[in-house]
């Protein structure tokens, strides 16, 4: 990217930063409308949602079953969120886990605008780690995406614009005021061994499928906790239909117990 073209971009980061606007999510069980905002990322600002992230919303029409329970971790804007609530339907339960506080309240506006067909959604104001505490969570200067706890974090980051102060959950404590998931996505910007350093209920007798963002440098400690847990690893880029196993964690990884993979990649959910 030229130095102009790097500069233009800054600058329109900046400018829209505080921009946010209702946008329709197109689902394959009816239109969902969200609100969204270029500070998560200018792919908002210029493509249409579909687009934004398609290999996402296709493992949520993939995965997501009606009557299912979705956690979401690391929401953001909530992309994968509303699209798991229109999978999983009235019958199901969503979790919108986000410690940002501007993200957070796009996310609590874009529930109200839910229609009674889909799951009803819970915006939980905090991260998921290793244990319950207060920790300091960074802001990125450029997209919101590349929020992370204090101490994780990726190169698209760019400088920290604030830290906020933020409540930190683990999964134990959660399981005991939310139901049981059958879906765990997690992006969670290199904090994803964390997540699920401290998650023995999931492995042990839960078995969710699990959709989450791995970098290069947690795929080994990854390849073990999945590993020791049973679970096969598809690559997320690509439909469960069509895809092979694949030995190590992918950027985008899908990871399904042994003995659900032919449930899923034989007879997607999205074939309901």
């Given at each position: 990217m030229t130095s102009f073209n790097l500069t233009a971009r800054r600058l329109l980061e900046t400018t829209t930063r505080n921009w946010s606007f209702k946008r329709r999510l197109q689902t394959d069980r009816g239109d969902q409308t969200i609100v969204v905002s270029p500070s998560a990322g200018l792919k908002y600002l210029f493509k249409p949602l579909h687009a934004v992230d398609s290999s996402l919303l296709r493992?949520?029409?993939?995965?997501?079953?009606?009557?299912?329970?979705?956690?979401?971790i690391g929401a953001n804007v909530g992309l994968f969120t509303f699209a798991a609530a229109a999978r999983a339907g009235p019958t199901g339960n969503v979790a919108a886990f986000e410690p940002d506080a501007w993200l957070v309240q796009l996310l609590r506006r874009s529930v109200q605008l839910q229609t009674k067909n889909v799951a009803p959604v819970m915006v939980v104001p905090a991260a998921i780690g290793k244990e319950v505490a207060i920790r300091s969570f960074s802001i990125a200067?450029?997209?919101?995406a590349s929020n992370s706890l204090e101490g994780y974090g990726h190169s698209?980051?760019?400088?920290?614009?604030?830290?906020q102060?933020?409540?930190?959950?683990?999964?134990?404590t959660v399981l005991k005021?939310?139901?049981?998931?059958?879906?765990?996505?997690?992006?969670?910007?290199?904090?994803?061994?964390?997540?699920?350093?401290?998650?023995?209920?999931?492995?042990d007798h839960i078995r969710p499928v699990i959709v989450c963002e791995i970098g290069a440098e947690?795929?080994?400690?990854?390849?073990?906790?999945?590993?020791?847990?049973?679970?096969?690893?598809?690559?997320?880029?690509?439909?469960?239909?069509?895809?092979?196993?694949?030995?190590?964690?992918?950027?985008?990884?899908?990871?399904?117990?042994?003995?659900?993979?032919?449930?899923y990649t034989t007879s997607p959910a999205s074939l309901d």
């Open positions: 493992n949520a029409a993939e995965i997501v079953g009606a009557g299912d329970t979705v956690w979401d200067s450029r997209s919101r698209q980051q760019g400088s920290i614009a604030e830290l102060s933020v409540a930190v959950l683990d999964i134990p005021s939310l139901p049981a998931p059958n879906v765990v996505k997690c992006d969670v910007e290199g904090a994803e061994c964390e997540v699920f350093s401290n998650a023995a209920p999931l492995w947690t795929a080994p400690q990854m390849k073990a906790i999945l590993g020791r847990a049973n679970y096969r690893l598809f690559d997320g880029e690509r439909s469960l239909r069509d895809a092979a196993q694949i030995s190590g964690p992918a950027w985008s990884t899908v990871a399904i117990p042994a003995e659900k993979v032919l449930r």
